[in-house]
Every structure is written in structure tokens, then in C-alpha cells.
């Protein structure tokens, strides 16, 4: 019974999705997205340690990332954008990594974003990784104009709105080191919509899908890829 009704939910979900993507546009991804699904998977003690954390990742979508952080050949920090609670930071550095966390923890943009910030710092505290995160508290789109630092991995997480994400990816992809992963979350699915869009249009501008969980797609530019 239990099955079914899941079964029927996802059927429901699929459906909203498609009835609201545009096809001409959005197919090249959903194709490429399928074909990379796979279920990854995250050692039981890092899932212990984020599971107390206030966050929007999925068991699934956890194990990916922590695939790109631990097993992405190439060397060099992740950037994210929009951390919020810490989950996805601590789950990238517990993966080994180091991670510029960059996110607005601005009331104006989530309510309640100081008191996410407040436990964000306790969480980065507490879990002992304060030396392998450097947080950096503005707009994503004003940070990345001013920095410096490339990075291996660029997850973004930030805004949700198309312009906002558009923006996001053409600032903050030139950061990205060649042989550099980019990953994106809520690209499958019904609700964001905007960022199916910009996704899309990223992939026809020289990308290609890696890697793909519940809704996250993961992108290499067209030059390199690995196998998975
Ligand atoms: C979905 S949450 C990130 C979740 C986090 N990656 C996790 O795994 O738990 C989105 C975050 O983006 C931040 N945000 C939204 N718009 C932003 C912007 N334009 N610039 C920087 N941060 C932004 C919000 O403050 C919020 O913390």
C-alpha cells in the first residue's frame, strides 16, 4: 500500500514537471539528466552529522555531493552559494574539501536569516571545521565580481529566481578551474522552474551532464568529463 501511494506521488510529480517544462528547450537536459541518474552513496557517520542540521537535501541528493567532494579528480576548493544552515558545507568538508561558503543570511531574502546565520556558525563550530570554511556573508552576485579564489567544485544554491541564477552562473563559472564541476540544485523538478531554465541554457552553452540526483544535476564543460 505504502509503495503504491509512493509510486503514485512520483507519477503525480513527473507529471507536474513535465506538463510545465518547455520541450524544445528543456529536453536536452531531462534526456541527459536520466541517463546520468545513479544512486550515490554517503558513509553512515557523515549522515549522522548532517541529518541534526536544518537544510533542503535530499538522502540522494546528499550522496552526490559528497561523490563531486570525494571523488571529482581534481584539486581545489568548492564554492557555494547559498549555504544557509551549513548542511551541504559540512557535508563538502567532512568529504575532504575546503569550502568558501557564500550566502546573503539577509532578512530581507529569507525571514528569520540571522538566526540561520547564528546557528550556521554554531553548526560549522560544533562539527569542528571551522579552519576548512571561509564564510562569506553578502549578494552572490556581488561577491563573485570581486573574487579571486577558483574552485574545483561551484554548487549553486543561492537564489531561485532565473535572472538570479543566470546571473549566479555567469559570474561565478569563470571561477570554476578547468576540469571543474558545476552543480546545481532544483533543476528537476516542478517548483523552480527558473532555474530548470537556466540550467537548460547553460547546457547548450559548451556543458554537458555528469551526474544527476533527486534534483540535482551536475555539469563538465565539454572538454572534460570522467567516467561514472
Ligand atoms: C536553499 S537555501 C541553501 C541550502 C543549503 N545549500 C543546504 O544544503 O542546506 C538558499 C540560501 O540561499 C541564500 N540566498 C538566496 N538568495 C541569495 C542571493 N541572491 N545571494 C546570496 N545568498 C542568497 C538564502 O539566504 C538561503 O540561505
Known sequence: ????????????LWAGFFSKI????DIPLVIQSFSKRRKFQIPDEIRSVMSPIKGF??????????????EWPLTGPVLELGSYAGRSTILFALAGRRVCAVDAWDEEILAGANAVFDSYQEN???????????????LSHKVGQSWTVPG???FVDAGHDYELVRGDLDIWAPHLL???????????GDVFLGVTRAASEFL????HVV??????????????????
Open 178 to 188: 578547468p576540469g571543474g564541476i558545476l552543480i546545481m540544485h532544483d533543476v528537476i
Open 152 to 154: 574545483a567544485i561551484l
Open 22 to 25: 518547455s520541450y524544445r528547450r
Open 1 to 12: 500500500m505504502g509503495k503504491k501511494i509512493l509510486l503514485a506521488t512520483r507519477i503525480r
Open 57 to 70: 537535501l535530499s538522502r540522494k541528493e546528499a550522496g552526490l555531493l559528497y561523490w563531486a567532494a570525494s
Open 204 to 207: 547548450q552553452q559548451g556543458w
Open 124 to 138: 560549522i563550530r560544533r562539527v569542528g571545521i571551522e579552519t576548512k570554511v571561509s564564510t562569506h556573508r553578502g
Open 211 to 228: 551526474a544527476s540526483a533527486g534534483s540535482i544535476v551536475a555539469f563538465a564543460r565539454n572538454a572534460h568529463s570522467v567516467a561514472t
